[in-house]
T-cell receptor, first 114, second 111 residues
Framework: EAGVAQSPRYKIIEKRQSVAFWCNPISGHATLYWYQQILGQGPKLLIQFQNNGVVDDSQLPKDRFSAERLKGVDSTLKIQPAKLEDSAVYLC????????????FGEGSRLTVL | GEDVEQSLFLSVREGDSSVINCTYTDSSSTYLYWYKQEPGAGLQLLTYIFSNMDMKQDQRLTVLLNKKDKHLSLRIADTQTGDSAIYFCAESIYGGFKTIFGAGTRLFVKA
């Protein structure tokens, strides 16, 4: 079974530029999550999709971050314009509607904002 | 509010047992998890425990849950250098709909 795929793995941009990250979840997983992991901290949920609908985006800085999940499969997370404090690893995870709620994570996209 | 706290570092010698501790705040947590993150990789579920259990054993791993004190621990027996990683405690809340992670404990295993 293929895991969660993310790209790009690494991205370096200057502040005020824009960046987009892509995620392909495990086939059949209805729920998709974007987490932000700042160095030395645990993952913080940015947005959660159930199929192609948003169920929680309370922690998403909507003035600069946007995300979509077209057709309930792939998802894109965009940052525009980027700030220095956006430097982090952006983790995508997916889960099936199982009893245990296990999350399956991709390897992450590391963003450095200069 | 929802919060998960854990110590940041733990150093042990190869062959010793490691114990990583965690406290959480939401008494309605359904499941509690331990995830492992190796360098440059995403998080991977190591083990989990349902909130009505107080212990779970899985090979070298033992999870203890004290629901009264909202305390969770992970014991790794016979720790190996390959166990060096960051271990995240997490709780599911809102009936399993949302997962909250701690900051992670970095385990160093000395040969």
């Amino acid at each position: 079974e293929a895991g969660v795929a993310q790209s790009p793995r690494y991205k370096i941009i200057e502040k005020r530029q824009s960046v987009a990250f892509w995620c392909n979840p495990i086939s059949g997983h209805a729920t998709l999550y974007w987490y932000q992991q700042i160095l030395g901290q645990g993952p913080k949920l940015l947005i959660q999709f159930q199929n192609n609908g948003v169920v929680d985006d309370s922690q998403l800085p909507k003035d600069r971050f946007s995300a979509e999940r077209l057709k309930g499969v792939d998802s894109t997370l965009k940052i525009q314009p980027a700030k220095l404090e956006d430097s982090a690893v952006y983790l995508c995870a997916s889960s099936a509607l199982t009893y245990t709620g296990e999350l399956f994570f991709g390897e992450g996209s590391r963003l450095t904002v200069l | 509010g929802e919060d998960v706290e854990q110590s940041l570092f733990l150093s042990v010698r190869e062959g010793d047992s490691s114990v990583i501790n965690c406290t959480y705040t939401d008494s309605s947590s359904t499941y509690l998890y331990w995830y492992k993150q190796e360098p440059g990789a995403g998080l991977q579920l190591l083990t989990y425990i349902f909130s009505n259990m107080d212990m779970k054993q899985d090979q070298r791993l033992t999870v203890l849950l004290n629901k009264k004190d909202k305390h969770l621990s992970l014991r790794i027996a016979d720790t190996q250098t390959g166990d060096s990683a960051i271990y995240f405690c997490a709780e599911s809340i809102y009936g399993g709909f949302k997962t909250i992670f701690g900051a992670g404990t970095r385990l160093f295993v000395k040969a």
